[in-house]
């Protein structure tokens, strides 16, 4: 106990009045006093950026079929991918306030269960978007055909390649305190710039369908 | 194991990418059913292949490697899959979907006219490749060409190998000849009238609940003409992809099929 005290104030949570060690724990953050070697980012930086290049050249080089599997109860594939990209940004909303609950940002709320609650939303954000970038690479591809599609190809792209650098950072012990909001703020600004750029686009343009 | 799950949500998302690709992989040919018999010897050996690729790389334990793999084995897999089977399905679609005969001409007003008969049943459409378009149904029968469409008339007689008469749109009137499309009739006498391909495609009925709407004519010098409405507003159609009747319009993809006299 001596020496988590000797640790003074954590710079993670600013307010370090409340007693949110065991969260703390998970991001792994330490006292910024001691000198200690960082681990590296590159691997994560890496293979990021290996994904969304490889996802790019894919959706480029591949011819577009127009078609992909579907899933049943709506009236077209659009609207499946419209509203799969909807729940996803749903989550991704719920990602964001769990994350500030969880480094107390959001006043004094900090619950016990933000955790838990960041990571389960964070998976079904992610696997609701898997359906959607598959049947964009595969049925449509990279597009460029105004700035809206290309906007949402290069935001598609960037949003899986920065998804694999955030699952790559988050083991990693020791980290600067800015490193996982930073990459999850891109993820999470990607993926909203996506949903802007298709859903949102989709309902103005056609309507709210099903 | 807590540090593991972060590369369990990937792995998974890989999973399910490859599963929905291979499975995607599979479904493009039978989009056209007929072409299953012929496109799938080809076709069926790779997705599994591929699969068993996916899954061993991510068995791998360096976590980098499986979600790069997938979009590489997939990029290979349709470039494998897919040639063999285009002449497949776009022959089989021949054969299922076939008319007696098109007619194609023009209007007075430089628009592009297709009319196409099965048995004394006939489908019209009427556009100029900019801003307008007109669908139309009827008869062809003795020699008569009848058809009506919406706040549209038109009638017509063939003489020989040359349709003429005139179409009444509102209080605008215009006449119009056709000739046969030559290069289908040909061969439609080397089978003994077993049919030709069609010549007038429109998009899906499904696509058009989801609010759009196209149509495209193949003209017999292997061109296309057509129009395609985009938010309300006709504009140039780009042509039909001819092995997936599909076509690609500000990244949304429109699904197109031949228009048969009868079939609805």
């Known amino acids: 106990m001596s020496q988590h005290r000797q640790g003074g104030a954590r710079t993670v949570p600013r307010r370090a009045s409340e007693p949110t060690i065991e969260v703390m724990r998970d991001f792994g953050a330490p006292p910024p006093s001691p000198p200690r070697r960082r681990p590296s980012l590159l691997v994560p930086l890496v293979v990021g950026a290996g994904v969304a290049v490889a996802l790019g050249v894919y959706g480029r080089t591949h011819t577009p079929t127009g078609i992909a599997v579907n899933v049943a109860g709506f009236s077209s594939p659009l609207t499946v991918k419209v509203w799969l990209g909807t729940g996803a940004a749903f989550f991704a909303v719920i990602q964001l306030l769990s994350a500030l609950a969880m480094w107390g940002r959001l006043g004094g709320f900090s619950p016990s269960w933000a955790g838990a609650a960041h990571r389960w939303s964070g998976r079904i954000a992610f696997l609701l978007t898997v359906p959607v970038a598959v049947h964009c690479l595969y049925a449509l591809g990279f597009a460029d055909y105004d700035t809206r599609t290309l906007l949402h190809s290069l935001l598609g792209c960037f949003f899986f390649g920065a998804f694999a650098t955030k699952m790559l950072t988050l083991p990693k012990r020791g980290l600067a305190g800015w490193v996982l909001p930073t990459v999850g703020g891109a993820v999470f600004v990607a993926l909203i710039g996506v949903f802007l750029t298709s859903s949102v686009w989709y309902f103005t343009t056609f309507g709210i369908q099903f | ?264």
């Open chain 2, 1 to 264: 194991m807590k540090r593991l799950t972060p590369l369990l949500t990937l792995l998974s998302g890989a999973v399910t990418a490859a599963v929905l690709f291979t499975m995607s992989a599979q479904a493009s040919p039978p989009g056209t059913q007929p072409a299953a018999g012929g496109g799938a010897p080809a076709a069926a050996p790779a997705p599994p292949a591929d699969a068993a690729a996916d899954a061993d790389a991510e068995a791998d334990p360096d976590a980098a490697a499986p979600d790069e793999e997938p979009s590489d084995a997939d990029a290979r897999r349709p470039a494998g899959t897919s040639p063999p089977t285009d002449p497949d399905s776009s022959s089989a679609g021949t054969e299922v979907t076939s008319v007696e005969q098109n007619w194609i001409g023009e209007l007075e007003n430089g628009a592009t006219i297709a009319i196409t008969v099965k048995d004394g049943k006939a489908e019209a459409y009427v556009c100029d490749g900019r801003s307008m378009e007109l669908w139309l149904s009827g008869t062809v029968r003795d020699g008569k060409i009848e058809l009506t469409g919406k706040d549209a008339k038109l009638t017509g007689v063939i003489r020989g190998d040359r349709a003429s008469g005139e179409m009444i749109v509102g209080v605008r009137r215009w006449k119009f000849t056709a000739r046969p499309d030559d290069t289908s009739t040909d061969e439609a006498v080397v089978k003994s009238g077993s049919g030709t391909a069609p010549a007038i495609y429109r998009v899906t009925d499904e696509t058009r609940k989801a609010g759009f709407d196209g149509g495209w004519i193949m003209l017999p010098d292997g061109t296309q003409i057509g129009i395609v409405t985009w938010n309300g507003k006709p504009i140039p159609a780009p042509p039909l992809d001819p092995a997936f009747n599909s076509t690609v319009v500000d990244g949304v993809t429109l699904v197109a099929e031949p228009v048969i006299p009868g079939a609805r």
